[in-house]
């Protein structure tokens, strides 16, 4: 998020930035007039101290065709070079789905988390890594309600619709994590629905992918089974945890990935994210601990 | 016909009332497609045409200035509705059954409620409690109405 | 008691209206304080997550249908009549039928809270959020009945002025000479006829779903959200416009008068409204760009919303060319005025940023678009109404507000608005989307929030202050003639059935019968 539409990092949020920048200039070209004539107006034209019994009413004027027409005209003219600006700018950002095109990449929004779906079959919650300087179509959906997939450094923004796919171009110009939100209000936990995008060089983004298509290597322990895979061995439930360790954020990126936080989050998930979908449930000291130790070692 | 502050008052709301049928009856045509199985399968257009023919024979009559025989036909409608609706909940056609029964029961149900309103304000009206040409106005839209979602509900569904 | 509850003339039902209008402001102002405490910095937890929702949807559903709704019809219902030279309004019984219904409206509303589930969905509560499934409380059903009695009202209301302004003129008072207040509500009211009940059927459809299982807006059975959104805003594009309307009727009667000046281009401000009129129920889709709906239909609806700032921006060119020649003089209430046109300016142009539909894709749904509508619907209508407000007091009370303290009013407004709000568009363009109970410690979002708390404050010093004067001046305030702005229109008259009505005002035709508005048959 850094400085969001300030610090654009894609071709897209680039034109958009720059089609921004035009629209402020135009403001504030407006803005100043109106403010030029009001300033003038309130200074020049003060009534003089007096009473306003001896007042002298200033001559009526009622009005000027001229004038009106020219004030409707010129911002129409204005209005109209701004369209054209705009349909531009729509053209080269937008993604329709070509026919027999398949996305490289399905987002789904869930309350309250993210995930990316590769077409190796890799499901990656909260993180999702794509090839910087190589752009993927990315199709984004929703299970439940509708959220708004936003990452303001490198993509417009598009609303997630549960049952109408649509369609965005995911690209950054440099290797980087880069940081998105849910944009729209979506129930209780709207605010904590955080993801990172993390672009990195074609080989490293090759190298991260296959080590997220490994299964896990040491089996679950029984509380796992029990009180967990319910939601998190369904994708549409919970965030898939196969490759938990290797991830930098917990909690849809919320707090950083680390031992301390992971047995927090395991143990209190209500404190760390109220309103989460994960209840309290009570575990036992030696369940947590089994627990963030083998979730720990999920690479 | 010369206007009177009741019948400009009356006009307004009838035209606030057809904006609000229209949503309505848009969002009917809007899972039309969906719902024309059921729609078709459940539907009877003989039965209900009966009903509307005397509904418009209200209209008719209150045109003539009948009050008493514009309120029975009236009242004969809504128990033909009324049947009908006992037929589609029995043959488990409700709310929820699926898009034909949410729109369908919605669309009619609030046109129901409008023909029951209607001839309660007649009612009035017989009893000398309230202007009739603007009360009229309501009866004859509460009329129209029902020639519109007879014809996109069952018209269009059979024809 | 029985003067409140048994009123049925315009100026008790109006002055009801402005009563009710100010509680609901105070609550609706507790609301935001309450928000912009919990955002003060950054990862506070003032707040449950589920009560800062209910909070900000109560916020938002309190300020429009029963804030700003209510007190331009307040206005309208006291000072319709008189300006028109009628007794009353055309069905004072149903005058007062509309104000119960919204005060019932408003009381279910907030009765919300004593079940522990006000509605937590926003103000426009988009479907499937709004489904049984995901809001499970009783706090949408309130809702949603809530707003159909209102929006009863505010139909009610509507056809009340229609068939008043068209019945109940006085001799002379023609259409074309109708003071702008007044046909801006004219035209207002036709516009709450093609627009609030597609509200009232939507809430329908809705509690169809949330009670009785119908599949409206339920993607799972094969409902539609969007269609909710469709449907929501076709009422709520034009709702704007009707919020706004009004208030730019206060200004074209307000600017003029403390101008020593007629309006300039009455009939192109007249005309003007009547664009804004049908222009706004075509441009609804634009709170829905972020939607993937296809280009084609997203560059229609970006021309319309481009299109429709031009007539919005003649009548700002209009007002100001009303001010250059004229002799100004600066009471409260043309302080608000002059300030409702830098601020209603800066509003429009960041609405006019949201046509240009890529930009729109950043910015939709973050604090930018909360800088706009409180731009438009603040430093907009709320600053006409206090126009309004020390404009008309003489003429609803016989008393004037105190200057001085009017003067502090004002600049506590202005500064704690500005500082409340342009902050707003930075923090939008730094990403920081609506809606969100708290954020996290990014760059500069914990600085900014901080100072858009801090004008929060200013503001509320402002509002109490503003509160505090009402209450003195109609104990202490000093008596006001009929006529204490040396106005034009009727309602300034000592006795408006012994006026003339020949022209626009007929007022300075009474005062100056050698140089009247009207040209003598020769």
Same mark, same amino acid.
């Given at each position: ?299 | ?53 005397? &509904?418009?024979?209200? $209209? =008719? ?6 009050? !008493? #025989?514009? %309120? *029975?036909?009236?009242?004969? /409608? ?40 209607? &001839?309660?304000?007649? $009612? =009035? ?6 202007? !009739? #040409?603007? %009360? *009229?106005?309501?009866?004859? /839209? ?18 | ?522």
């Amino acid at each position: 998020m850094p400085l969001g539409s300030f610090n654009p990092h894609s071709s897209q949020t680039q034109i958009i930035t720059a089609l921004f920048a035009n629209v402020l200039i135009l403001s504030a070209a407006v803005f100043l007039i109106v403010a030029g004539l009001v300033a003038y107006a309130v200074v020049r034209y003060r009534a003089e101290k007096g009473l306003p019994a001896g007042e002298t009413e200033p001559p009526p004027n009622f009005g000027s065709r001229p004038i009106e027409i020219a004030w409707t005209v010129l911002p129409i003219l204005i209005l109209t070079a701004l369209f054209v600006m705009t349909v531009r700018a729509m053209a080269r950002i937008d993604a329709p789905l070509e026919p027999g095109r398949a996305p490289d990449l399905v987002i789904t929004g869930h309350q309250w988390w993210w995930d990316a779906r590769y077409t190796n079959g890799v499901i990656a919650p909260s993180e999702i890594h794509i090839p910087a300087s190589r752009r993927m179509l990315a199709e984004i959906d929703s299970t439940d309600v509708i959220h708004d997939f936003w990452v303001p450094q490198l993509a417009r923004k598009i609303d997630a619709v549960p049952g109408r796919p649509a369609y965005v171009w995911l690209e950054a110009d440099t290797p980087g994590t880069y940081r998105g939100e849910c944009s729209e209000f979506c129930g209780a936990d709207h605010a904590r629905m955080h993801f990172l995008v993390i672009a990195e060089p074609e080989a490293e983004y090759s190298a991260w992918l296959q080590r997220e298509s490994q299964p896990a290597r040491t089996p679950p322990p029984v509380t796992f089974q029990q009180k967990c895979a319910d939601c998190h061995a369904n994708p549409a439930k919970g965030p898939d945890l196969s490759h938990i360790a290797s991830r930098q954020t917990l909690g849809a990126a919320l707090s950083p990935n680390n031992p301390a936080n992971l047995a927090l989050w395991i143990e209190k998930p209500q404190s760390v994210k109220p309103g989460n979908r994960m209840p309290d449930q009570q575990l036992s000291g030696s369940e947590v601990a089994a627990l963030t130790s083998w979730l720990g070692s999920l690479q | 016909m010369t206007w009177t502050k009741a019948k400009l008052g009356m006009s307004m709301l009838i035209l606030a009332e057809s904006v609000f049928f229209f949503m309505l009856i848009l969002s009917f045509i809007y899972f039309r497609s969906e719902s024309l199985k059921t729609a078709a399968a459940t539907l009877h257009l003989p039965m209900t045409s009966i009903y509307t023919v005397c &509904l418009l024979a209200s $209209g =008719f009559t209150l045109w003539r200035g009948r009050l !008493a #025989p514009t %309120i *029975a036909l009236g009242v004969i /409608f809504l128990l033909g509705q009324g049947r009908e609706y006992l037929a589609l909940l029995q043959s488990g056609v409700t709310m929820s059954q699926g898009l034909f029964g949410t729109t369908f029961f919605t669309v009619t149900g609030i046109h129901v409620i409008h023909a029951a309103l209607g &001839l309660i304000l007649l $009612g =009035f009206v017989s009893f000398g409690r309230l202007a !009739a #040409p603007a %009360i *009229a106005m309501f009866w004859y /839209f509460v009329t129209a109405v029902w020639v519109v979602v007879f014809a996109v509900v069952y018209l269009w569904t059979f024809v | 008691m029985s003067g409140v509850l048994g009123a049925v003339d315009h100026k008790r039902i109006g002055v009801l209206y402005l009563f009710s209008a100010l509680i609901f402001a105070l609550i609706g102002g507790a609301e935001a304080m309450v928000m912009r405490a919990q955002l003060s910095l950054p990862n506070l937890k003032l707040l449950t997550p589920d009560t800062y929702n209910q909070v900000f949807t109560m916020h938002g559903t309190t300020m429009i249908f029963l804030v700003v709704m209510p007190v331009l019809t307040g206005f309208g219902v006291y000072l319709i009549p008189l300006m028109i030279g009628a007794h009353d309004m055309a069905f004072p019984c149903l005058s007062a039928v509309a104000f119960w219904l919204h005060i019932v409206g408003g009381l279910l509303l907030y009765l919300s809270f004593a079940t522990g589930n006000a509605p937590n969905a926003g103000w426009f509560s988009y479907a499937p959020l709004s489904e049984k499934q995901y809001s499970p409380g009783p706090g949408l059903d309130f809702w949603a009945v809530s707003l159909i009695l209102i929006g009863s009202g505010i139909i009610a209301s509507a056809i009340n002025f229609i068939v008043t302004i068209a019945a109940s003129r006085t001799a002379g008072m023609t259409i074309r000479r109708l003071p702008l207040f007044v046909w801006m509500n004219l035209v207002n009211a036709v516009m709450i006829i093609f627009a609030l009940p597609v509200l009232v059927a939507s809430l329908v459809m809705l509690l169809g779903d949330r009670l009785l299982h119908a599949r409206f807006f339920d993607a799972a059975q094969g409902g539609s959200p969007l269609l909710w959104q469709h449907y929501f805003w076709i009422f709520g594009h034009p709702e704007v416009y009707i919020m706004i309307l009004p208030a730019f009727g206060m200004i074209s009667e307000i600017i003029p008068v403390f101008s020593r000046k007629p309006i300039f281009g009455y009939p192109f401000v007249a005309a003007s409204t009547l664009a804004i009129a049908f222009l706004s129920y075509g441009v609804w889709v634009h709170h829905m760009f972020a939607v993937a709906l296809g280009r084609t239909l997203l560059s229609v609806f970006a021309a319309a919303s481009m299109l429709i700032a031009v007539p919005t921006g003649v009548k700002v060119f209009n007002w100001t060319t009303t001010m250059l020649g004229g002799s100004i003089r600066f009471t409260t209430s043309m302080l608000f005025a002059v300030a409702f046109l830098l601020e209603f300016t800066i509003g429009g142009l960041s609405g006019v940023a949201f046509a240009a539909v890529p930009v729109d894709w950043q910015m939709t749904d973050t604090y930018f678009v909360v800088a706009h509508i409180h731009y438009v619907l603040f430093g907009g209508t709320l600053f006409a109404v206090f126009a309004g407000v020390y404009y008309w007091f003489p003429k609803m009370t016989g008393k004037l507000l105190d200057e001085p303290l009017g003067r502090w009013h004002f600049w506590l407004i202005v500064v704690g608005f500005n500082a409340t709000f342009f902050v707003q568009h930075i923090l939008g363009l730094l990403g920081m989307p609506r809606r969100v109970y708290t954020y996290a410690d990014f760059p500069w979002w914990g600085p900014l929030n901080l100072i858009s708390t801090i004008g929060a404050g200013i503001l509320t010093f402002g509002v109490l202050l503003f509160v505090a004067n009402v209450l003195v001046s109609l104990r202490f305030g000093a008596v006001a003639g009929c006529d204490p702005w040396n106005a034009w229109t009727l309602e300034w008259a000592e006795d408006f059935s012994a006026v003339t009505v020949q022209s626009r005002r007929p007022l300075w035709d009474l005062k100056h019968p050698e140089a009247p508005d009207w040209v003598p048959e020769s």
